[in-house]
């Protein structure tokens, strides 16, 4: 049974850099899949924010872009977020998912961002 799992800090000050880890059990994040992150902002809608594929490479939401980097430790088997010069629109439950044969997910990690 895979098993997701966010980790990081619950409340980042506007301007500063967001960073998320998923830690992945019950499965390889390299052997197949899409690892991906996606958020929900208070009263709002889930929002595909990026992915990692099982080979490395790395798609994101064109809103986004400019300020997402999701990353991976094969070592760890865990994949990560980094959102920069965040503000307080960027306050959500974000989710780790894989995508693919099934998708699972992570309970889900709230991120206040305010000063």
């Known amino acids: 049974q895979v098993q997701l799992q966010e980790s990081g800090p619950g409340l980042v000050k506007p301007s500063q850099m967001l960073s998320l880890a998923c830690t992945v059990s019950g499965g390889s994040i390299t052997t197949s899949y899409y690892w991906t992150w996606i958020r929900q902002p208070p009263g709002k809608g889930l929002e595909w924010m990026g992915h990692i594929t099982y080979d490395g490479r790395t798609y994101y939401s064109p809103s986004l872009k400019s300020r997402t980097s999701i990353s991976r430790d094969t070592s760890k088997n865990q994949f990560s977020l980094q959102l920069s010069s965040v503000t307080p629109e960027d306050t959500a439950v974000y989710y780790c998912?894989?995508?693919?044969?099934?998708?699972?997910w992570g309970q889900g990690t709230q991120v206040t961002v305010s000063s």
């Open positions: 998912v894989r995508r693919g044969g099934g998708a699972y």
